[in-house]
T-cell receptor, first 111, second 115 residues
Framework: DAKTTQPPSMDCAEGRAANLPCNHS???????VYWYRQIHSQGPQYIIH???NNETNEMASLIITEDRKSSTLILPHATLRDTAVYYC????????????FGGGTRLMVKP | GAGVSQSPSNKVTEKGKDVELRCDPI?????LYWYRQSLGQGLEFLIY????????KSGLPSDRFSAERTGGSVSTLTIQRTQQEDSAVYLC?????????????FGNGTRLTVT
């Protein structure tokens, strides 16, 4: 699976949009981009995933650049409960195997 | 519906003892994964089950670690002769299958402390 690069930490003001970047410059055509987050003392929580089109669900939006070498997870109105470590992961289509987690971005939402 | 359930939530054991950790996946999920997370570290893949296929054991750190999945549902991770470096949170996840891109859903883990 392609390696991802994320900033180790970010701050965001409560109520503002949180934009979390991820670089995956070596991504191949058969790899999806997944985002998970881990709130302290809990297991990772699935947020969203996409291949090449932008995606939106009740939690977040995922913007993938046209060349697919980077993406941005957007939390439109961050709350204190969104404070967590956010992981960007690429996964081969139909790989039948595990996700490989990197270091992630520690997002701190501040009042 | 219920999510992935793991038990116990916490386990303290003495060095050298064996431990068993249990995972109940989401009903209907055919793929099951075990990970561990040491304090302040990322997630480390251990083992993966898909249906009746032979499990992918490539992440198991030593032969003291083993896992089984009975009836394609519940899984047990066993650590024999525990060592202090085995202390970690052991996380289980399940997904609908492996031939699609269905996301993994994680439990809240078992925190293992080896004294």
């Amino acid at each position: 699976d392609a390696k991802t690069t994320q900033p180790p930490s970010m701050d965001c003001a409560e109520g503002r949009a949180a934009n979390l970047p991820c670089n995956h410059s070596t991504i191949s055509g058969n790899e999806y981009v997944y985002w998970y987050r881990q709130i302290h003392s809990q297991g990772p929580q699935y947020i969203i995933h996409g291949l090449k089109n932008n995606e939106t669900n009740e939690m977040a939006s995922l913007i993938i650049t046209e060349d697919r070498k980077s993406s941005t997870l957007i939390l439109p109105h961050a709350t204190l409960r969104d404070t967590a470590v956010y992981y960007c992961i690429v996964r081969v289509i139909n790989a039948g195997n595990m996700l490989t987690f990197g270091g992630g971005t520690r997002l701190m939402v501040k009042p | 519906g219920a999510g992935v359930s793991q038990s116990p939530s916490n386990k303290v054991t003495e060095k050298g003892k064996d431990v068993e950790l249990r995972c109940d996946p989401i009903s209907g999920h055919t793929a099951l994964y075990w990970y561990r997370q040491s304090l302040g570290q990322g997630l480390e893949f251990l083992i993966y089950f898909q249906g009746n296929s032979a499990p992918d054991k490539s992440g198991l750190p030593s032969d003291r670690f083993s896992a089984e999945r009975t009836g394609g549902s519940v899984s047990t991770l066993t650590i024999q002769r525990t060592q202090q470096e085995d202390s970690a949170v052991y996380l289980c996840a399940s997904s609908l299958g492996s031939g699609d891109n269905s996301p993994l859903h994680f439990g809240n883990g078992t925190r293992l402390t080896v004294t």
